[in-house]
Nanobody, 125 residues
């Protein structure tokens, strides 16, 4: 069982940055692929970024490529560094986990087994 808790969201002006954190507890976290997704009001949950259990492979949605960076810097935390934020980045951001498969992290919500409660990111224009 893996428990995920996101933090770091908030209100920021366009062009600003935030660092989102996902703290994981449970066994064998280091063998899990991790993903970040987001969901805006009235929209479906969408992929943002993912990192393989080894850290060797990272995927990004086209809409955030070059502005967001996913990293896993210790045994229990995954980060999403966001920069040059836009109003359209406003959403609840969720982290997700699943047992690692080769070096190919998933990019679909159904690929993941465990989810956090989310953290709100609001970008004002």
């Amino acid at each position: 069982q893996v428990k995920l808790v996101e933090s770091g969201g908030g209100l920021v002006q366009a062009g600003g940055s935030l660092r989102l954190s996902c703290a994981a507890s449970g066994r064998a976290f280091s063998s899990y692929d991790m993903g970040w997704f987001r969901q805006a009001p009235g929209k479906e949950r969408e992929f943002v970024a993912a990192v393989s259990w080894s850290g060797a492979t990272k995927y990004y949605a086209d809409s955030v490529k070059g502005r967001f960076t996913i990293s896993r810097e210790n045994a229990s935390t995954v980060y999403l560094q966001t920069m040059s934020l836009k109003p359209e980045d406003t959403a609840v951001y969720f982290c997700a986990a699943r047992p690692g498969i080769l070096h190919r992290p998933g990019w679909r919500p159904n690929d993941y087994d465990y989810w956090g409660q989310g953290t709100q990111v609001t970008v004002s224009s």
